[in-house]
T-cell receptor
Framework: DQQVKQNSPSLSVQEGRISILNCDYT??????FLWYKKYPAEGPTFLIS?????DKNEDGRFTVFLNKSAKHLSLHIVPSQPGDSAVYFC??????????????FGTGTRLTIIP | KAGVTQTPRYLIKTRGQQVTLSCSPI?????VSWYQQTPGQGLQFLFE???????NKGNFPGRFSGRQFSNSRSEMNVSTLELGDSALYLC??????????????FGPGTRLTVT
């Protein structure tokens, strides 16, 4: 079963506007959530993360919001830039004996920024 | 600092054959994880190695195996290839232990096509 879901396979946003990418999860044991960005022919690169004890984390143009009661998180990009066009993956992990090594990923959302 | 490298970048194999993929982690990183990326499934965790020992394992059949060498380099092997094994195989490296929220550094992946 898909424990981490990204229900929008694609999203188009005008340059300068806000991009909002959504992610839902089912496993209440997840204690860390991460967003990765992937360009074609490259591996995913880490963007931002949030612990389950927080509801917001901000890093420059990127903000992640976590709603634990709804099991929902979102990534906001403001303002959106053409270089933000990529596939975005939401990921989650449960702390095990050795830390949070095993990531469970969503299926990704392709974000296209329109100039 | 050099990133994660994976070889080869592209492979074409036929059904029934076996394949070995290689991953060199970032210098100083001792944990190596492998993921399979297919359309519609996102990234799925295969296994994770640390100090030549498999610490975590995903839900893949025994045809998928791996190992890690004393220099932290890792190899992944798939035996008796099936058409459904066609995918992008990503390797990620990280520090030995991290209590959540850390990022894994991904390589560019090996694109395997099974015909």
């Amino acid at each position: 079963d898909q424990q981490v879901k990204q229900n929008s396979p694609s999203l188009s946003v005008q340059e300068g506007r806000i991009s909002i990418l959504n992610c839902d999860y089912t496993n209440s044991m997840f204690d860390y959530f991460l967003w990765y960005k992937k360009y074609p022919a490259e591996g995913p690169t880490f963007l931002i993360s949030i612990s389950s004890i927080k509801d917001k984390n901000e890093d420059g143009r990127f903000t992640v919001f976590l709603n634990k009661s709804a099991k929902h998180l979102s990534l906001h990009i403001v303002p959106s830039q053409p270089g933000d066009s990529a596939v975005y993956f939401c990921a989650a992990s449960v702390e095990g004996n050795f830390g949070n090594e095993k990531l469970t990923f969503g299926t990704g959302t392709r974000l296209t920024i329109i100039p | 600092k050099a990133g994660v490298t994976q070889t080869p970048r592209y492979l074409i194999k036929t059904r029934g054959q076996q394949v070995t993929l290689s991953c060199s982690p970032i210098s100083g990183h001792r944990s190596v994880s492998w993921y399979q990326q297919t359309p519609g499934q996102g990234l799925q965790f295969l296994f994770e190695y640390f100090s030549e020992t498999q610490r975590n394992k995903g839900n893949f059949p025994g045809r998928f195996s791996g190992r890690q060498f004393s220099n932290s380099r890792s190899e992944m092997n798939v035996s008796t290839l099936e058409l459904g094994d066609s995918a992008l195989y990503l390797c990620a490296s990280s520090l030995a232990f991290s209590r959540g929220g850390y990022e894994q550094y991904f390589g560019p992946g090996t694109r395997l096509t099974v015909t």
